[in-house]
């Protein structure tokens, strides 16, 4: 891998991350298209905690309540956060851990990727055919937004898209929706580069400046996905994120098929 290639690609993990358009379809075409083979999951193990690192520092006073709230019995409000939390990051971990060999064969496959994305484009419409809600967070909404995010462990289905939609559907006021999707990333990215943590092990010491490079470029940009995707959802234009999204899913099919 040379610099440009860690380049484009810590741009694509650190702007498709947050956005609703599944970072992980992104890289299998990008990586099909540069053709850049990565040496095992190092790499991605990487630009994830680029990205990580990045809703850490945007969130940082949030989080530092939720810290404070597991030693203060009289934080309520943010004890009942971190309860959501767990709650809401259980789907994803079992059905990760328990297809995680079915879904490693998935993600060298471009095609279904190219189709899993248009899906994700027919999810991100789903808000326009409802009105928004003005709810806040509850144990039922968390739960559904816990199998939302379930969903999207499929490379191509957005996981922010799948969890900021399905809790708009169950009646969440956007922005808090759009918050709590944030919120619930960080067990996520965060146990998955734990389970893959000891392939950093394997890095070749050749890859390590552009791969460090490729990190710092993913938290930069992931760090820009954040505000599009809250300024996004507080204006109402998630369809146009589900254009792109069949955009890039057509184009993935019409290159891989011909």
Same mark, same amino acid.
């Given at each position: 891998?040379?610099?440009?290639?860690?380049?484009?690609?810590?741009?694509?993990? $650190?702007?498709?991350?947050?956005?609703?358009?599944?970072?992980?379809?992104?890289?299998?075409?990008?990586?099909?298209?540069? +053709?850049? +083979?990565?040496?095992?999951?190092?790499?991605?193990? #990487?630009?994830?905690?680029?990205?990580?690192?990045?809703?850490?520092?945007?969130?940082?006073?949030?989080?530092?309540?939720?810290?404070?709230? =597991?030693?203060? %019995?009289?934080?309520?409000?943010?004890? %009942?956060? =971190? /309860?959501?939390?767990?709650?809401?990051?259980?789907?994803?971990?079992?059905?990760?851990? =328990?297809?995680?060999?079915?879904?490693?064969?998935?993600?060298?496959?471009?095609?279904?990727?190219?189709?899993? /994305?248009?899906?994700?484009? #027919?999810?991100?419409?789903?808000?326009?055919?409802?009105?928004?809600?003005? +709810?806040?967070?509850?144990?039922?909404?968390?739960?559904?937004?816990?199998?939302?995010?379930?969903?999207?462990?499929?490379?191509?289905?957005? %996981?922010?898209?799948?969890?900021?939609?399905?809790?708009?559907?169950?009646?969440? +006021?956007?922005?808090?929706?759009?918050?709590?999707?944030?919120?619930?990333?960080?067990?996520?990215?965060?146990?998955?580069?734990?389970?893959?943590?000891?392939?950093?092990?394997?890095?070749?010491?050749?890859?390590?400046?552009?791969?460090?490079?490729?990190?710092?470029?993913?938290?930069?940009?992931?760090?820009?996905?954040?505000?599009?995707?809250?300024?996004?959802?507080? %204006?109402?234009?998630?369809?146009?994120?589900?254009?792109?999204?069949?955009?890039? $899913?057509?184009? $993935? #099919?019409?290159?891989?098929?011909?």
């Amino acid at each position: 891998m040379n610099y440009i290639d860690a380049i484009i690609l810590g741009i694509i993990q $650190g702007l498709t991350e947050f956005l609703p358009v599944s970072s992980s379809g992104h890289l299998v075409l990008a990586e099909e298209l540069l +053709k850049v +083979k990565m040496p095992g999951v190092t790499f991605e193990v #990487l630009i994830h905690i680029g990205t990580l690192v990045s809703v850490l520092i945007y969130f940082r006073a949030r989080i530092w309540r939720l810290v404070q709230a =597991l030693f203060n %019995r009289e934080m309520i409000g943010e004890r %009942r956060m =971190l /309860l959501f939390l767990v709650i809401g990051t259980i789907p994803a971990g079992f059905f990760g851990l =328990l297809f995680k060999d079915l879904l490693e064969k998935t993600f060298s496959n471009p095609v279904e990727t190219s189709v899993e /994305l248009i899906i994700t484009g #027919l999810i991100l419409l789903v808000p326009k055919l409802f009105r928004a809600g003005n +709810k806040g967070l509850s144990l039922g909404s968390t739960i559904i937004m816990g199998f939302g995010q379930a969903v999207a462990i499929l490379p191509g289905i957005s %996981r922010s898209g799948t969890t900021i939609v399905s809790g708009m559907l169950a009646g969440v +006021k956007p922005s808090e929706a759009a918050e709590f999707s944030f919120l619930l990333s960080i067990p996520a990215i965060g146990g998955a580069s734990l389970l893959e943590a000891k392939h950093l092990l394997e890095l070749q010491s050749a890859l390590v400046l552009p791969y460090m490079v490729a990190t710092l470029v993913s938290f930069l940009f992931g760090l820009l996905s954040v505000y599009v995707v809250l300024a996004t959802v507080k %204006r109402g234009k998630f369809d146009y994120f589900a254009y792109y999204c069949f955009a890039i $899913g057509a184009f $993935g #099919l019409y290159h891989f098929l011909s």
